[in-house]
């Protein structure tokens, strides 16, 4: 058995979340709100999934780093929503949003860090 990728999960569980509440955007007319939230925060977890299968480090954080670009973009739109006396808003929204956000930065951090470790030995290597 394989070890759970607890941020491919949270994200894909957040996406299922983003899909209802734009619906139901959308059943109240708010068009523009239910499509931005829909696409900024499916995008999260499409590139946590596409990172999965990265063809290197650097591009493992790029992903991330774009997925982390996505929750900012999705918290902008859930904020709109929250001031706007005539959207619906879930609180839980924003915090499921921050536990990935808070993941993502935790695991940017930590392969960058793996990154330069990395290079610094390869260089050392060639250098001996």
């Not at 499916?42 to 670009?69: L, M, P, V, W, Y």
């Not at 839980?92 to 793996?114: C, G, P, R, Y």
Request: contains cysteine.
């Amino acid at each position: 058995m394989g070890k759970r990728n607890i941020v491919l999960e949270k994200s894909f569980e957040f996406a299922l979340l983003i899909l209802g509440f734009s619906e139901n955007l959308e059943r109240q007319k708010k068009f523009v709100f239910a499509r931005q939230i829909l696409k900024s925060g499916t995008s999260i977890g499409a590139n946590i999934s596409e990172a999965q299968s990265r063809e290197s480090i650097t591009d493992f954080i790029h992903k991330f780093e774009i997925a982390s670009k996505k929750t900012n973009e999705t918290l902008y739109w859930l904020m709109l929503c929250k001031s706007s006396a005539s959207c619906p808003f879930h609180e839980s929204l924003i915090d499921k949003l921050n536990e990935i956000q808070k993941l993502l930065s935790a695991m940017i951090s930590t392969s960058k860090h793996h990154d330069r470790g990395m290079n610094h030995w390869h260089i050392s290597i060639l250098t001996n």
